[in-house]
């Protein structure tokens, strides 16, 4: 005779199968996690050093002005 299949057979039959694809799903799951964190590392890296050369950038532009501004009023004050 046939016998009955029900989800506890199944599961039996396709342990090995199931436990691969659960393996598999945890270790994609993992690789988006790295991914994520791999590109949020790369965009924080690249606005520290932004803004570390535009306040390099302010910081010059600001003692050119007052060069400038010395020599037309003749004071450093």
């Known amino acids: 005779m046939i016998e009955k299949e029900n ?3 199944f599961l039996r ?3 090995e199968l199931v436990k691969e694809y659960i393996d598999k799903r945890l270790e ?4 988006k996690m790295i991914r994520l964190f791999s590109k949020s590392a790369g965009y ?5 050093v ?3 050369l ?3 950038l302010m910081t010059f532009i600001g003692l050119v002005i ?3 501004l ?3 009023t003749g004071s450093y004050v």
């Open 50 to 52: 932004s803004l570390f």
């Open 13 to 15: 039959e396709n342990k």
């Open 54 to 56: 535009f306040f390099l």
């Open 70 to 72: 010395t020599k037309v």
């Open 66 to 68: 007052g060069f400038w």
């Open 44 to 48: 924080l890296i690249w606005t520290i």
């Open 7 to 9: 989800l506890g057979s």
């Open 28 to 31: 994609i799951f993992k690789l």
